[in-house]
Structures are given as C-alpha cells and as structure tokens.
C-alpha cells in the first residue's frame, strides 16, 4: 500500500467531515483513527473506492466518539442528515484546510504541527520524531492548535501568504527521523498549487524543488556539509531541476513578482550552470536586487553582498557588505569568504573561526572550523 | 540500570593535555575528530546504552525574574572567566565503572596531530525516581 497515496487522500476526507457538520477538532481526530485502520486493513483487503472507504470509517468513528457525551441529541440530528452511502462529494475543501491549518492566531510551531496532520496525515509521533519531542508535548501542541481554531469559520476565505510561511518552514526543517519534512512540504505545496492558481504558490513550489534535486551533493559521505561551488553537479536530480524551471518561468510569465518566485530565479540561475565558474553571476545580482526590494531583508542584503563579490571581485563585495550589522546571522562567514578571495587569508582565518563560533547548528560549525583550519595551515606552511 | 551526564566544557574543566584550539588543526585531524564522535555514539547505540547527546552554542545569558509588572533581568554574555557548557551525552548503563569508561574512551578522541585530546569530561550521576521497594 502506499502511504503517502493514502496520506494525500486526508484533506479531503476531512473537509467532507466538516461539511457534513462535524466540528474540526473532532473530525480530525476521526480522520485520523480512519487513517491508522486503512494502514492496518487496506494490504489485506484493498477497497474499490479508497477515499468512499476513509469516509464512511471516519464518519463512524466521529459518530463513535461522539457518542458517550452531551451532544448526544446534536449527534442524531447528525444522523438523519448523513448522506446516503455511495461515492462521495466532488467538493473540494483542501485549500480551505490549509487555510484553516495556518490561521494567523496560531503561532508558527503549531501551524506547522497543524498543516503535517490535519492536511498531511502524518500521525502526532510521526510529526514528533520530525521535530524531536517528546510525543506527549506534540500531542498537546496539536491539540491547542486544534481550540485556538475552533471558532473560525471554516468557509471564511484565507491569506495564501501565511500557508507559504508554513510550508517554507516545513521545508527548512529538512531530515531528521523517519519523516522526510522536505519531500513532505514538496507534496504539501504541489497539493496546494493543484488547489489554487497563484504565482507566489508555483514559485515556492518550484523554489523548493530547485533546492531539493541537489540535496544529494549537499552533504558528503562523512556528513560533512559540501558548499554549492564545491558539489558534485552530476549529482544534483535534473528532472526535478526541469520541473521547477518550467513552473518557475509559467509562474513568471504572468509578471506578479513576489518573493518565493525571486528566490527560485537565483536557484534557477544556480542550476543552470553546468560548473559553479559558469554562474551567471551578474543576473543573480539583478535577482537579489529585486529580492532586497520586495522584502527589504537585511539577509537578502547579505547575500547579494556574496553576489557582487562574484560578480565584480571581492573588493567589491566588500564595499557591498560594510552598511551591514555585524550581529546578522551568517556576516562573519559572508566576510571571511570575501576576505579570502580579496587575498587576506589571516583576517579570513579570524572571521571563519569566529563564524564556527556564532554558527546555528553543527554541520555549519564543522564547516567553518574546517575553513579557518585549512587558512591557517596553509598560512604557518 | 543508571544514567549519567558526561558534560564537555568549553571553559571551566581544567586544561586538556592536547589543547590546541580547533582551529589550528588540519582539516583532516578535524575530520578525524568527528568521525571518532560520531562512531562514539553509534557505537553506543547499539550498545543499547544511548540515551542523548547535544551540543550548544557558546553564548548564553543569565536571566532571573525582577519583580511583578517588570521584564527579566538579564546578564551576559558570560565574562571570559565563566564555566561554560559544550555539550553533553546522556548514557543509561549498568554501574559507575561503565560510566567513568566510556567518559574515558570520549575523552581519547583525537585532536591536533591526531593524538587524544586527553580533555576533561565530567560525569554526573542522574538522581532517579524512588524504588518501588523500600524494605
């Protein structure tokens, strides 16, 4: 059986719950109980109309827990309304879902937690290992989530923009435990564009696919982190480049610039280059300055600084970054590299260290210690 | 079965005897050093001995409450002269001499010329539930 087939069917599923009366919280849980019964009935017992068969088993279950409490009358008002068995509605609520699940009253880490099982269909100790807490903390996160939602309205119409925050931030999260969070979010995020036609929506989607065909050159095999320059690109996944190129350029073509698709145009540009020497640098520069323009990041700003320097010399890219903060996350690695290039190798070796102090996390850390090892063995040679 | 804390310093445990900093080894060495962390607690999973390892960054702050209505008082970064935590791993094993063992095989990871750091772990000893009997 495939799970994620199954898993895709769980939007779905739920918002006929929904329609059909059922409260979200209640109705997820549901969803839920039928997810985890088709794991254990379908290998043996296939059923002919899978998404028929997650309704029909949910809605008993809702029923079920519905049952023992007060709104035993409300339940068999329930009850007369429930639709003769047979295929079920065309109705699509998924986009509604997702709205639902990113609501701006949610904080971050329960929108995400909310989106991975209500529209993900991961179970809570799948999305625990992901993030890895304990699976009771998760399970409380979930349900919080689920009482800080339950007075929207389900048909109220929602910000795309916030959905997008929560999926980039699903994909960030990356690997880690038996859940793939990056091809969770790819899936996620295809879903939505097939549910809503926005240009932002196509651009994260193809951001995310540029980023995950290298994912395979990104690390070496002592797990060591491996810079863009430096990756293998015979290794990075062409088909999955093709595709986020081609929905890059439709999502372009329709000339409502946003974020997500100026980002993907620099991984585009990035994928693109058959050696990291034949990077079209200058355009990137071009990217950058309309991403520093859309968002007014002081990251984005960073970055270009980077560009420029490849793109007119380190000197250059120097000159870019010296308005800058120090205290931004990544500036000491962004100077040491430009140091190094412009020939500086003891500032270099200073700042890289420096940098594998300040690092978030310990892939980065070992890289950057590495770079400052290496300057300063080659500078006592 | 007992669990134990092996703490790693970055400031604070008396000096390794190979105390090069990092970033005057080779990268190779740093490699090395990885490795050897990394088959550590590999080694200790299937041991059916590992509980947890983290590392955290350097910066901290002190942070107390100061009173109804007002924000916490905060105090750092910590002065050079502070005790300051690497990192740790949580092991679960069968006495104290396992414990001391292992912190000593952690300790043997190799550093700059690829000879044991000989670092300073401490290990601590977690206090546990009560026992069910007490007679």
Excluded at chain 1, 186 to 215: F, K, N, S
Excluded at chain 1, 264 to 274: F, Q, S, T, V
Aim: charged content about 25%.
């Amino acid at each position: 059986m495939n799970e994620v087939l199954l898993r895709s069917l769980t939007p779905n599923v739920l918002g006929i719950l929904v329609r059909r009366g059922a409260d979200f919280a209640a109705a997820e849980d549901a969803v839920q109980d039928a997810l985890v019964e088709a794991v254990r009935v379908w290998p043996a017992d296939p059923p002919r109309d899978p998404k028929g068969w997650l309704v029909t088993v949910a809605w008993r279950r809702f029923l079920d827990a519905t049952r023992a409490d007060a709104a035993r009358r409300r339940r068999e008002d329930l009850v007369d309304e429930e639709p003769a068995p047979g295929p079920a509605p065309a109705v699509d609520d998924t986009l509604q879902l997702y709205f639902l699940c990113a609501h701006p009253s949610l904080t971050p880490a329960s929108a995400v937690a909310l989106t991975l099982r209500a529209v993900g269909g991961l179970t809570t100790r799948q999305i625990a290992q992901a993030y890895l807490v304990p699976e009771a903390t998760m399970a409380q996160r979930i349900s919080r989530a689920k009482r800080t939602v339950s007075g929207v309205r389900f048909d109220q119409p929602g910000d795309v923009a916030t959905v997008l925050r929560v999926l980039y931030l699903v994909f960030n999260e990356g690997y880690s435990g038996d859940v793939d969070l990056a091809a969770e979010a790819i899936r996620l995020t295809r879903q939505l564009a097939a549910a809503i036609d926005h240009p932002e929506v196509a651009g994260l989607l193809a951001l995310m696919l540029l980023h995950h065909a290298r994912r395979a050159a990104r690390t070496a095999p002592d797990g060591s982190l491996v810079p863009l320059a430096e990756q293998d690109r015979g290794r990075w996944d062409t088909q999955s480049i093709a595709e986020g190129v081609e929905i890059l350029q439709a999502a372009l073509a329709r000339d409502r610039l946003g974020e997500f698709q100026a980002q993907a145009a620099i991984a585009a540009l990035h994928a693109d280059a058959p050696t990291a020497g034949e990077t079209d640098w200058v355009q990137i520069v071009e990217w950058y300055d309309e991403l520093a323009r859309l968002t007014d990041s002081p990251v984005v700003r960073l970055n270009r600084a980077v560009a420029v320097g490849e793109a007119d010399g380190a000197r250059a890219g120097l000159a870019a970054l010296a308005g800058l903060d120090p205290s931004l996350p990544r500036h000491a690695a962004v100077a040491a590299y430009l140091h190094e290039r412009d020939g500086d190798l003891a500032t270099s070796a200073r700042l890289y260290a420096e940098a594998a102090q300040h690092a978030p996390n310990l892939p980065e850390r070992d890289y950057l210690m590495r770079q400052a090892a290496r300057l300063n063995a080659r500078q006592s040679r | 079965m007992a669990k134990y804390l092996l703490l790693k310093h970055y400031r604070g445990a008396p000096a390794a005897v190979n105390d090069v900093p990092m970033d005057r080894w080779t990268p190779e060495e740093i490699s090395a050093h990885m490795q050897y962390m990394h088959d550590f607690a590999a080694r200790l999973e299937e041991t059916g001995e590992f509980v947890d390892g983290q590392a955290l960054a350097p910066e901290g702050t002190f942070v107390r409450y100061d009173g109804e209505g007002r924000p916490p008082v905060t105090d750092g970064p910590f002065a050079e002269t502070k005790d300051l935590i690497a990192g740790w791993m949580v092991i679960d094993v069968d006495s104290y001499e396992r414990a001391i063992e292992l912190a000593g095989d952690l300790s043997a990871a190799p550093g700059a010329g690829g000879k044991p750091i000989h670092e300073w772990l401490e290990v601590r000893p977690f206090l546990t539930a009560p026992p069910t009997i007490t007679e």
